[in-house]
């Protein structure tokens, strides 16, 4: 299996496309940041407020939130948290770390892995539709190896793409928030469900990208899963695409049927149990990720029932 994955790999990198969306990646990374510089210097210009106002303003915001008699359980946590850290920001004279600083870039890195959940989805879908349009599936398939191996090398083979670039999403960020924002001062504090603490702004990055790594997850095992099936890796990627970006429109159209609780791009972001912002509040992170859990047995068992039982013809 180690040979199959080595193999796919440098198949993987031999293409350009497989260099040229990492190199996209670092441009935009740059590229975003440097607008949120110039935005930041244009709004700081006319607009001065300091790191107590803001606090107040966030305890202000949190406790009214606190009075609404619907919010769920994760929900009220997060604005008890919010209400109690910055509490203690102007109890204690602990301001945040500012926006424009190398620190919160970091913590906020997790938001640009839309972009890596785009270019997975491109090598999701192409990986097995490529070797078909192509005409190589036959020589690959005429190795003594078994046909689910294969198609698990290929997959994992694109897991680790994704991961790569999750992690290159991170270190882009802290580099190009140091080189425009340079190392800001504040301390980053949370809420442990009972006191506020001191805590680590890279653990809560690494924390962030990883729940919002679910995302990528499993977008790219439905792209898999398509390419797999149509052996068409534009329909594939198209689908895919027209899902990512409109999914989690349905959620609000089926906000009041049941329906939605078992709805894929209910469950796809993680961070909403972090965040306080929940389109559909009765759920749990539990309930999430067995969700996630069904759907990635259903794409997988689909796309290996495909592909082991598919004719290949000349």
């Given at each position: 299996m180690l040979k199959l994955i080595q193999n796919e790999w440098m198949k993987l990198w031999s293409k350009k496309s497989s260099w040229i969306m990492a190199a996209l990646l670092v441009v935009i990374l740059f590229a975003s940041m440097g607008i949120t510089k110039w935005v930041n210097s244009s709004m700081m210009?006319?607009?001065?407020?300091?790191?107590?106002?803001?606090?107040?303003?966030?305890?202000a915001n949190a406790e009214a939130?606190?009075?609404?008699?619907?919010?769920?359980d994760p929900q009220k946590e997060y604005y008890e948290g919010q209400a109690a850290i910055a509490e203690y920001r102007l109890a204690n004279e602990v301001p945040a770390f500012e926006y424009a600083s190398m620190q919160q870039q970091v913590i906020d890195a997790h938001m640009m892995l839309s972009l890596v959940t785009l270019f997975t989805v491109i090598v999701a879908a192409g990986i097995v539709a490529s070797e078909f349009s192509q005409g190589t599936i036959k020589m690959l398939l005429t190795r003594p190896v078994k046909r689910w191996k294969i198609l698990t090398s290929k997959y994992i083979t694109t897991m680790i793409y994704a991961i790569l670039l999750s992690i290159l999403t991170i270190a882009v960020s802290a580099l190009a928030g140091l080189i425009f924002f340079g190392i800001g001062d504040g301390t980053f504090l949370v809420w442990n469900?009972?006191?506020?603490?001191?805590?680590?702004?890279?653990?809560?990055?690494?924390?962030?990208?990883?729940?919002?790594?679910?995302?990528?997850?499993?977008?790219?095992?439905?792209?898999?899963?398509?390419?797999?099936?149509?052996?068409?890796?534009?329909?594939?990627?198209?689908?895919?695409?027209?899902?990512?970006?409109?999914?989690?429109?349905?959620?609000?159209?089926?906000?009041?049927?049941?329906?939605?609780?078992?709805?894929?791009?209910t469950h796809t972001d993680l961070t909403q149990f972090?965040?306080?912002?929940?389109?559909?509040?009765?759920?749990?992170?539990?309930?999430?990720?067995?969700?996630?859990?069904?759907?990635?047995?259903?794409?997988?068992?689909?796309?290996?029932?495909?592909?082991?039982?598919?004719?290949?013809?000349?």
């Open positions: 210009a006319n607009q001065e407020e300091t790191w107590q106002e803001v606090a107040t303003n966030q305890q939130m606190l009075q609404d008699p619907n919010l769920s469900g009972s006191e506020v603490v001191e805590g680590s702004y890279w653990m809560e990055a690494l924390k962030m990208a990883g729940l919002s790594f679910a995302s990528v997850w499993i977008i790219g095992t439905f792209a898999f899963m398509l390419g797999t099936v149509f052996r068409s890796s534009s329909l594939a990627i198209g689908l895919s695409i027209f899902l990512m970006f409109t999914g989690i429109q349905a959620v609000y159209l089926l906000a009041n049927y049941e329906i939605v609780k078992y709805y894929l791009f972090y965040t306080g912002f929940m389109p559909v509040p009765d759920i749990t992170m539990t309930m999430s990720l067995i969700v996630l859990a069904v759907y990635f047995l259903i794409f997988m068992a689909v796309s290996y029932w495909t592909f082991s039982r598919r004719d290949v013809t000349a």
